[in-house]
Every structure is written in structure tokens, then in C-alpha cells.
């Protein structure tokens, strides 16, 4: 009998693995066929496959099955995420399962830990500077404790996103610690070079990520004779990947991971992964065979795992990461709707939509094979303001002056903005400004409650819920990240902590505030205000099919400047998404939105009818609306 159920598996591995074949080792044919070691290679992945999924856990297994026969689970409306740094949320890993109920309670149907696997010690770049991608850093807990949180979090239908680091590792990393010792072999999992001239040749087309903290690309390192690609930070030494070696070494963890319940892996500075003379090395094509042959493993040795391919750049740019032409359907699952998170921001301060509905139209397909988008408004990270020349020129405006009045209106130095945030990383070669900040200061929540202005907050408190509204009524997964859902404001004491002071980032990571939380439910003011709506806007989400993720998405002319219209084309009818960007009262008329296929004049947002007068859809300042 045991032996019958062995064969059974085995059969299931084959017949997954002869479903990815085509997926997985044309690329590695084209990446590493040329590479002496190729054969070898392939056997060692093959073999290393089959460990994985023969280690895989029996719930998890089940798990695999599941997701095989309904593929479009992440892609339902019930998907609601949750991002959080576990310290600053709980304390410790075991202490997210005393938050489990608040998590359900708001709705949420997938987590993202913050960086979690074992970083450098000191200076770690936020936890991306990794040191051993197999164990938990130690603060938070051990793996053991991950597998329990994990199990927890399945048992209540939430998933579990961690992040894994693609494009290097920190230099306190056993392989990193072998190369600087001299291994030949573990230098060569690294890209080191004997002189500066090489290094020299590459600087010339690269950018510099952190200017003002890690100016270059490359560090010279005495004590063994080496120059090493730092693309982020001198600790954190870029991996080579046209290595088979690597690329094998980090199947192995993935399979790993997975098998300790992680459903979902955020592939982080996937951009950066493949080197080439002569460009600024990102988004090669090699980098799309690379992570279309990961995906490919993973969906050999444990399907249930999706990958979130970390590429905040230009929208052109960022597709390929869902598949597009060979690699469409095949590679990242999900992705990050930057240019939403930007165009929205930028909607509200010009109170225009023009050139939001002009990037999102002309640059995004009406909808993805096998992926879709993760919709954020904000997250740990500072906004950089991704607005091409080309699509500013587009609406006869300078995409450098909007950029400069974007970060000045969020800096909160722009004449009449609500906004309050802080400049991150100037670049004084190329005018670029960054902005951090919470969602509720960005908002002008700090502001209007600084100057006691009750009309502004509640102002404020519209463009939150507005803003979440429109991540999770254009499609994909919107994501929540910790704090917004409260309206929690800018941590200004982060200037006070020493390791923290270089780094405005560091003003929207406040830790979770408890105390405030618990009044969530009966709170009058902007905690209250916000925690209600957010929670009915993502059960409103999970009760209309119309936001599967998996329809077709077109943007629409509203005739209307401050309107941003969505349209989603579902088997039942159209879906019209209407928000108004605007804290002036707009008017539709009627027989526009019957053109645009709107039969029953019902918000599904509210739960309501929705009635013309003389003609006219009124909607108030920061208005949203999903019109069926």
C-alpha cells in the first residue's frame, strides 16, 4: 500500500515536471548551455527538485493540489494583503498569533513579513542585506516559530509572502566569507575583478541606487585583492548569475522556504540580476529566462507557491516581469503597481487625472495571463516619481517640473499643499527627489490636526479611504500596509535613533500602536473613521465577482478633469469604478455612464442605489463609487 502511494507521488512529480519542461530548460539551455558544467548542472537541479518535493509536508502537498485545480485563488476578490515589519507589528514572530484576530477582523487574506530571514548584523539595509537565507533573524524568532506562525495564519485562509534577495547577498554570507578568504569557487558566485578598469568601463552607463549613502557600484576591497559589484550597498555583494552554480543554490532555498510554509515569494531587486557592458544593467533579457526557469521550478516542486517579482521602474519595463511574449503566462504572478501608487498621488495634488488616465491607458493591456497586479497606495519604501518624459510631453507638460512639483508638494514646501512628508535620496546631478511619508501625512492628516483644522481632517480622511477604494476596485491584490488602515501619521522620532537618523524611510515604520487599535471600533476621529472604512471597503471587495482579478480593465474618459474612471468587463456586466480626485463636488450625467453599459444604477461600494437628479450623477469631494 505505502508503495502504491509513493508511485502515486512520484507519477504527480513527473507529470508536473513534463507540464514546466518547456518553461524551464529552454532557458537554462540559453543561459547556461555554453557553461562546461551544464550537464552536471542539470542533473543537480533535477535531483535537487525531486529532494524538495519529496520533503514537501503532506498539508502542503494538498496545498499544491488545491491551487493546481483552482489557478485563478489569487486572483479572486476575497484577496486582501496585509504588509508589516514583524517587530514593529508584534514584537516577535510568535507574537503575530495574538494578532490574528485583528488581522480577520479587518479582512485580510494574505501577509507580507517585512524582511525576516537572517540579516548582518548593524546596518542591514531595513533586513535586505541577508546573511543566511535558511534561518529567521534571530529578534524575531527561529524557523520553527515560522512554521507554527505560518500553519496559524493557513488554517485561518491567509497566505504568507517573505522576501527573498535575488541580486546579492550580505558580505557576511558563508559563500561571501569563502570568497574573501580566497575560494575560487565562491568568488566566482560573485562578480569581483582584479582591477578598477573593468569596474570603470560598467560605471559609465550605471545609476547610483543610494547616492548619498553608497555613491557607485563597486567597492575595492585590500585585504584580498578585489573590486566587488556593491550595486546597493558595500555590504551587500551582487550575485553572479551567469554562475549555474547560483542559480542552483537558490532553487535549493526557494524549495526550502517553501516547504516551511511561505506561499508566496517577493522576489526583491530583480532588475539588477544579469550584468551586461554597455547598459545600465537592468532588465536584461537574460533577467526574464532567469526568473521565467525559477517560476518554472517551483511549479515542478511546490505549484502552490507564487512568486512577487520586486521591479519598481517605468511601466514598459515593469510588464515583462508578468510575461509578455515567450515569457507570457510563464514568469512572475504578481507584480507592483507602481504607476498606479504615483499617478495617484500625483492625481490628488494637481486635481487632474489627465495624465493618469493617459499612462494607465496607454501603457497597461486590459488584462494579464496568469498574474495580475499588487494595487498599494504605500508602502515601507520612499515614492520615487516615475513619470517618463515622454508621458509628460504627452499632456504638453515638463516631466521634470511635474516630478520637482510633486516632491515639493509632498515635502510640504509647495504653497497651499496638505501635505507633510520628507525628502529622501536628492540627487542634485539629475533633479531627483524622493518622498517618504505615511498615507495619512501625505494625506494632510498631520497637517490638519496640527493646525486644528477639523474641516482638513475630515478632508484627509476622505482621500484614505479613497485611495484605498481604488486599489481594491481596480483589480489585483491590494495591499494594506501596517498603520494605514488606523491613519497613522509620520514617526518624527526617527531622528532620534542613531542608526535610523540617516534614513527618511524611517518616518512612516512606526511601530503598531495597540492602544489606538483597540478603540478602532468606537473611535469618532480619523483611527475610527479610517479602520471602518477600509474594513467595509474590503468586504464590499469580497462580495462583488465583478473584481476578479482575471476581466478585462479599460480606463475611461469622464469628461471630467478631477474624475478617474475605471471599467471592468465581467461574464455579468460592466463594473464602473468612479473617484473623484477632487474636493470639489463633480457631476456625471447619467446617460453617460448607461453608455458605458450601467443598467442597474446600484453602488456596490455602498451597498445602495444610486439616483440622477435632472440628469446628473453628483459626487462629493473624494467620492468613490463601483457603479453596477
Request: proline content about 5%.
Given at each position: 500500500?505505502?508503495?502504491?502511494?509513493?508511485?502515486?507521488?512520484?507519477?504527480?512529480?513527473?507529470?508536473?515536471?513534463?507540464?514546466?519542461?518547456?518553461?524551464?530548460?529552454?532557458?537554462?539551455?540559453?543561459?547556461?548551455?555554453?557553461?562546461?558544467?551544464?550537464?552536471?548542472?542539470?542533473?543537480?537541479?533535477?535531483?535537487?527538485?525531486?529532494q524538495g518535493w519529496a520533503a514537501r509536508p503532506a498539508d502542503l502537498k494538498r496545498l499544491d493540489l488545491k491551487r493546481d485545480l483552482e489557478p485563478d485563488w489569487f486572483q479572486r476578490p476575497d484577496m486582501a494583503g496585509y504588509v508589516f515589519y514583524i517587530d514593529r507589528f508584534a514584537g516577535t514572530l510568535r507574537g503575530v498569533l495574538d494578532k490574528l484576530d485583528y488581522l480577520e477582523d479587518l479582512g485580510i487574506t494574505y501577509v507580507h513579513f517585512?524582511?525576516?530571514l537572517k540579516p548582518r548584523p548593524g546596518d542591514s539595509d531595513g533586513g535586505y542585506s541577508v546573511m543566511d537565507y535558511r534561518a529567521i533573524n534571530p529578534d524575531y524568532g527561529s524557523m520553527a516559530d515560522f512554521e507554527e506562525v505560518s500553519a496559524a495564519l493557513r488554517a485561518r485562509g491567509i497566505s504568507v509572502c517573505v522576501d527573498l534577495v535575488l541580486n546579492h547577498t550580505a558580505k557576511e554570507h558563508a559563500w561571501a566569507q569563502a570568497a574573501a578568504k580566497?575560494?575560487?569557487?565562491?568568488?566566482?558566485?560573485?562578480?569581483?575583478?582584479?582591477?578598477?578598469?573593468?569596474?570603470?568601463?560598467?560605471?559609465?552607463?550605471?545609476?547610483?541606487?543610494?547616492?548619498?549613502?553608497?555613491?557607485?557600484?563597486?567597492?575595492?576591497?585590500?585585504?584580498?585583492?578585489?573590486?566587488?559589484?556593491?550595486?546597493?550597498?558595500?555590504?551587500?555583494?551582487?550575485?553572479?548569475?551567469?554562475?549555474?552554480?547560483?542559480?542552483?543554490?537558490?532553487?535549493?532555498?526557494?524549495?526550502?522556504?517553501a516547504n516551511k510554509g511561505v506561499d508566496v515569494l517577493r522576489l526583491d531587486a530583480v532588475a539588477f540580476m544579469w550584468k551586461r557592458l554597455g547598459t545600465r544593467c537592468q532588465s536584461e533579457p537574460e533577467v526574464h529566462m532567469l526568473l521565467q526557469a525559477l517560476r518554472a521550478c517551483c511549479r515542478i516542486a511546490c505549484p502552490a507557491v507564487l512568486h512577487l517579482e520586486e521591479a519598481i521602474v517605468a511601466p514598459a519595463e515593469m510588464l515583462p516581469y508578468l510575461g509578455r511574449g515567450k515569457h507570457d503566462g510563464r514568469e512572475g504572478n504578481l507584480a507592483y503597481h507602481n504607476s498606479l501608487m504615483v499617478q495617484f498621488w500625483g492625481a490628488l495634488a494637481t486635481r487632474d487625472t489627465r495624465l493618469m488616465r493617459h499612462v494607465l491607458s496607454s501603457h497597461f493591456p486590459d488584462r494579464l495571463t496568469n498574474a495580475t497586479y499588487a494595487t498599494y497606495i504605500r508602502c515601507h519604501d520612499d515614492i520615487g516619481w516615475a513619470v517618463t518624459d515622454e508621458d509628460a510631453a504627452a499632456l504638453q507638460i515638463s516631466g521634470a517640473a511635474h516630478r520637482n512639483f510633486l516632491s515639493n508638494f509632498y515635502e510640504g514646501s509647495f504653497p497651499g499643499t496638505f501635505a507633510r512628508g520628507a525628502l529622501f535620496q536628492e540627487n542634485k546631478a539629475t533633479g531627483d527627489k524622493r518622498i517618504s511619508g505615511s498615507f495619512a501625512s501625505l494625506a494632510g492628516l498631520e497637517k490638519a490636526l496640527n493646525e486644528g483644522n477639523s474641516n482638513d481632517a475630515d478632508l484627509a480622511v476622505q482621500r484614505?479611504?479613497?485611495?484605498?477604494?481604488?486599489?481594491?476596485?481596480?483589480?489585483g491584490i491590494p495591499l494594506i500596509y501596517m498603520g494605514d488602515e488606523l491613519a497613522t501619521l509620520n514617526d518624527h522620532g526617527y531622528a532620534e535613533v542613531p542608526e535610523h537618523a540617516?534614513?527618511?524611510?524611517?518616518?512612516?515604520?512606526?511601530?503598531?500602536?495597540?492602544?489606538?487599535?483597540?478603540?478602532?471600533?468606537?473611535?469618532?476621529g480619523a483611527l475610527g473613521q479610517v479602520f471602518r472604512g477600509v474594513k467595509e471597503i474590503l468586504a464590499r471587495r469580497r462580495a462583488t465577482p465583478a473584481l476578479h482579478a482575471g476581466y478585462p480593465v479599460q480606463i475611461l474618459d469622464g469628461g471630467l478633469a478631477g474624475l478617474f474612471v475605471v471599467q471592468r468587463k465581467s461574464p455579468t456586466g460592466a463594473l464602473v469604478g468612479l473617484y473623484n480626485m477632487t474636493e470639489h463636488w463633480l457631476n456625471l450625467p447619467e446617460a453617460q455612464v448607461r453608455l458605458w453599459g450601467i443598467t442597474l444604477m446600484r453602488d456596490a461600494l455602498s451597498d445602495s442605489p444610486v439616483t440622477a437628479h435632472h440628469g446628473q450623477i453628483a459626487l462629493p469631494p473624494y467620492a468613490r463609487v463601483w457603479l453596477t
Amino acid at each position: 500500500m505505502a508503495k502504491a502511494a509513493s508511485s502515486a507521488v512520484d507519477e504527480i512529480f513527473g507529470l508536473r515536471l513534463e507540464r514546466s519542461n518547456a518553461d524551464l530548460w529552454p532557458m537554462l539551455e540559453a543561459l547556461y548551455g555554453r557553461h562546461p558544467d551544464y550537464d552536471s548542472f542539470r542533473e543537480r537541479l533535477l535531483a535537487a527538485m525531486r529532494q524538495g518535493w519529496a520533503a514537501r509536508p503532506a498539508d502542503l502537498k494538498r496545498l499544491d493540489l488545491k491551487r493546481d485545480l483552482e489557478p485563478d485563488w489569487f486572483q479572486r476578490p476575497d484577496m486582501a494583503g496585509y504588509v508589516f515589519y514583524i517587530d514593529r507589528f508584534a514584537g516577535t514572530l510568535r507574537g503575530v498569533l495574538d494578532k490574528l484576530d485583528y488581522l480577520e477582523d479587518l479582512g485580510i487574506t494574505y501577509v507580507h513579513f517585512m524582511p525576516c530571514l537572517k540579516p548582518r548584523p548593524g546596518d542591514s539595509d531595513g533586513g535586505y542585506s541577508v546573511m543566511d537565507y535558511r534561518a529567521i533573524n534571530p529578534d524575531y524568532g527561529s524557523m520553527a516559530d515560522f512554521e507554527e506562525v505560518s500553519a496559524a495564519l493557513r488554517a485561518r485562509g491567509i497566505s504568507v509572502c517573505v522576501d527573498l534577495v535575488l541580486n546579492h547577498t550580505a558580505k557576511e554570507h558563508a559563500w561571501a566569507q569563502a570568497a574573501a578568504k580566497g575560494d575560487a569557487t565562491y568568488q566566482d558566485y560573485y562578480l569581483m575583478f582584479d582591477d578598477p578598469a573593468e569596474p570603470r568601463r560598467y560605471e559609465r552607463n550605471l545609476v547610483e541606487v543610494f547616492p548619498d549613502n553608497a555613491p557607485g557600484n563597486f567597492t575595492e576591497y585590500p585585504h584580498f585583492g578585489k573590486w566587488v559589484w556593491t550595486t546597493f550597498n558595500e555590504h551587500q555583494w551582487d550575485l553572479n548569475w551567469a554562475n549555474p552554480q547560483v542559480f542552483l543554490e537558490i532553487v535549493e532555498i526557494m524549495l526550502h522556504l517553501a516547504n516551511k510554509g511561505v506561499d508566496v515569494l517577493r522576489l526583491d531587486a530583480v532588475a539588477f540580476m544579469w550584468k551586461r557592458l554597455g547598459t545600465r544593467c537592468q532588465s536584461e533579457p537574460e533577467v526574464h529566462m532567469l526568473l521565467q526557469a525559477l517560476r518554472a521550478c517551483c511549479r515542478i516542486a511546490c505549484p502552490a507557491v507564487l512568486h512577487l517579482e520586486e521591479a519598481i521602474v517605468a511601466p514598459a519595463e515593469m510588464l515583462p516581469y508578468l510575461g509578455r511574449g515567450k515569457h507570457d503566462g510563464r514568469e512572475g504572478n504578481l507584480a507592483y503597481h507602481n504607476s498606479l501608487m504615483v499617478q495617484f498621488w500625483g492625481a490628488l495634488a494637481t486635481r487632474d487625472t489627465r495624465l493618469m488616465r493617459h499612462v494607465l491607458s496607454s501603457h497597461f493591456p486590459d488584462r494579464l495571463t496568469n498574474a495580475t497586479y499588487a494595487t498599494y497606495i504605500r508602502c515601507h519604501d520612499d515614492i520615487g516619481w516615475a513619470v517618463t518624459d515622454e508621458d509628460a510631453a504627452a499632456l504638453q507638460i515638463s516631466g521634470a517640473a511635474h516630478r520637482n512639483f510633486l516632491s515639493n508638494f509632498y515635502e510640504g514646501s509647495f504653497p497651499g499643499t496638505f501635505a507633510r512628508g520628507a525628502l529622501f535620496q536628492e540627487n542634485k546631478a539629475t533633479g531627483d527627489k524622493r518622498i517618504s511619508g505615511s498615507f495619512a501625512s501625505l494625506a494632510g492628516l498631520e497637517k490638519a490636526l496640527n493646525e486644528g483644522n477639523s474641516n482638513d481632517a475630515d478632508l484627509a480622511v476622505q482621500r484614505i479611504l479613497l485611495g484605498h477604494a481604488l486599489i481594491a476596485g481596480f483589480g489585483g491584490i491590494p495591499l494594506i500596509y501596517m498603520g494605514d488602515e488606523l491613519a497613522t501619521l509620520n514617526d518624527h522620532g526617527y531622528a532620534e535613533v542613531p542608526e535610523h537618523a540617516h534614513d527618511s524611510r524611517w518616518i512612516h515604520r512606526p511601530r503598531m500602536d495597540w492602544h489606538a487599535a483597540a478603540y478602532r471600533h468606537s473611535d469618532d476621529g480619523a483611527l475610527g473613521q479610517v479602520f471602518r472604512g477600509v474594513k467595509e471597503i474590503l468586504a464590499r471587495r469580497r462580495a462583488t465577482p465583478a473584481l476578479h482579478a482575471g476581466y478585462p480593465v479599460q480606463i475611461l474618459d469622464g469628461g471630467l478633469a478631477g474624475l478617474f474612471v475605471v471599467q471592468r468587463k465581467s461574464p455579468t456586466g460592466a463594473l464602473v469604478g468612479l473617484y473623484n480626485m477632487t474636493e470639489h463636488w463633480l457631476n456625471l450625467p447619467e446617460a453617460q455612464v448607461r453608455l458605458w453599459g450601467i443598467t442597474l444604477m446600484r453602488d456596490a461600494l455602498s451597498d445602495s442605489p444610486v439616483t440622477a437628479h435632472h440628469g446628473q450623477i453628483a459626487l462629493p469631494p473624494y467620492a468613490r463609487v463601483w457603479l453596477t
